[in-house]
């Protein structure tokens, strides 16, 4: 179980994330949404201490998270995988070194500085790239890739941690339609086959609704909404992103102007360049 307990990060006089307290049970796979600047990724970091808490408390299980440090940190960031809109892949490196990186803090210091995997390591890389169907890229420079591919090797590195919780931000704001959908499959099925909880900030509503059991909205720091897709009600949408509209493909990059602009009978490929991705 994560735990979050009034739970506040301040830049100077700014409050991003205001407050949040929220329960997450083990095998969960959560959706956060709201406007750009609502507060999602500064929660997302926070929980993986890529970010300090300002106030509040995380625990995840028995582990005090807002107070880790050292090798009690590294431990934990290990066990909480993170997959970032931009992938963080070395670039000058092969698909094959960057996804066995996910190995580091398993390994000694001495291994790590050497980079020396095991055989039993390149085997698990293997079946990690097999399962997002790109083995056959393994010996191309990560930096050769296309978007879609950068992002799924990506997530073969987080598997190759053995993490207990995967948090992905944004993961398909950059990607095409198809390669959205493929992304977002493999989280599903990280999900569904290990039983890791998953929490994913996303930009469009009916992606939440399609892949996520919970929706977590945000909005000037604060929580506004948390449930099922089933109760995404248009007051809910209203207090997340401040529009009269349905939401069902509302994309936070949209501006308020641009939602008016919108007529409300258009299709969601119409309303939304992204809409297909839950598809």
Known sequence: ML?????????GKKTAVDSVTLDVPQGQMVGIIGRSGAGKSTLLRMINRLEQTSAG???????QISSLRGTALREWQRDCAMIFQQFNLVQRLDVMTNVMLGRLNHRSTTMSVLGLFTREERIEAVA??????????????????????QQRVAIARALMQ????????????????????????ALRD????E???????????DTARTYCERIVGMAAGRVVFDGPPSELTADA???IYGTDRDGGSIDERMTSTSLDNVPANASLA?????AVAGH
């Open 237 to 239: 949408v209203r207090a």
């Open 128 to 149: 990690a790239l097999e399962r997002l169907g790109i083995e056959q890229t393994a010996l191309q420079m990560a930096g050769t890739l296309s978007g879609g591919q």
């Open 195 to 205: 039983g890791i909880t998953v929490i994913t900030n996303l930009h469009t509503l």
């Open 3 to 11: 735990e979050l307990r009034d739970v506040t990060r301040r830049f």
């Open 270 to 274: 119409t309303r939304s360049p992204l």
């Open 162 to 185: 053995k993490p207990k919780m995967v948090l992905a931000d944004e993961p398909i704001a950059s990607l095409d339609p198809l390669n959205a959908k493929i992304v977002m499959d």
């Open 190 to 193: 990280i999900n569904e086959r």
């Open 57 to 63: 408390e995380i625990r995840f299980g028995d582990r």
